[in-house]
């Protein structure tokens, strides 16, 4: 959605709305908001609120944390259809699973090896695909808490199969990781990173940008150096914000020429 500007109608003296246009109205926000959570459901319960991802064919997923179907068994990353006609601030009570009656993993760690985890960071629509940025942690009982970081995993949504396919390797390392949050300014995509040693129960967040080529290699990025500009040397960026733990989100507000930056305290 973008914000547009009233027109003028001289023959009525009064301002008007453009040719389809929507009027966005407000809500006010539930006291008690559970996404999706309704009796009788196909799912009894939900684990995080999961990641945005716009399809070719114009609707919006919400691909969400692992679900519990009511015979207790877990699906990994299902998905919702985001419902487009809601008020802003409205609270998504109901809406179309993908995989109907039994919702299907859109998302499967299984691919990536036994024992492997995935957390999805953020998604963007570039050059024809539904991009998908996404860590990836395997099990490691040596670890403080039980997994590894690997590294960042690039994956895009196949339309046909209905569920995110990754591409072989990682763009990153577990120590230069990307894939927070990215968008796509006049074309070039910017993906966020927040990474490193925490600090107050957040992370330091670098910027890259894919200027030079495909989304899909690592030799089109380059990194935002401050002053002196964009370098090819992934060891060279510097640090534009602090994030907040393992989540941190940056968008554009339509209309107002400037970007927010929306995060969680630890």
Request: net charge negative; aromatic share 10%.
């Amino acid at each position: 959605l973008v914000e547009v500007a009233s027109e003028c109608d001289p023959g009525e003296n009064v301002w008007r709305c453009p040719a389809d246009s929507r009027l966005l109205e407000t809500t006010v926000p539930a006291a008690d908001c559970l996404p999706f959570r309704s009796v009788g459901g196909p799912l009894e319960a939900l684990g995080s609120g999961g990641i945005t991802l716009e399809t070719g064919d114009g609707r919006c997923l919400w691909i969400l944390g692992d679900g519990v179907a009511p015979d207790g068994t877990t699906i990994s990353h299902p998905a919702v259809v985001v419902p487009d006609d809601l008020p802003v601030g409205a609270c998504p009570s109901a809406g179309s699973f993908v995989g109907g009656g039994r919702p299907a993993s859109v998302i499967d760690p299984a691919e990536l090896g036994e024992g492997s985890l995935v957390s999805p960071g953020d998604a963007v629509r570039h050059g024809g695909r539904s991009w998908v940025f996404s860590r990836h942690w395997v099990l490691d009982p040596f670890r403080p808490f039980g997994v590894r970081k690997v590294g960042t995993k690039l994956g895009w949504f196949d339309e046909s199969l209905q569920r995110v396919r990754f591409l072989d390797g990682h763009l990153w390392t577990a120590d230069q990781d990307y894939g927070d949050s990215v968008l796509v300014v006049e074309g070039v995509p910017y993906v966020f990173g927040c990474y490193g040693e925490s600090r107050e129960l957040g992370y330091d967040c670098r910027l890259a940008r894919a200027d030079r080529g495909p989304i899909e290699q690592i030799s089109s990025y380059r990194y935002y150096a401050g002053p002196s500009g964009w370098t090819a040397d992934a060891t060279e960026p510097v640090v534009v914000f602090l994030g907040g733990p393992h989540r941190s989100s940056v968008r554009l507000l339509p209309g107002r020429g400037r970007y927010v930056h929306v995060s969680i305290e630890g």
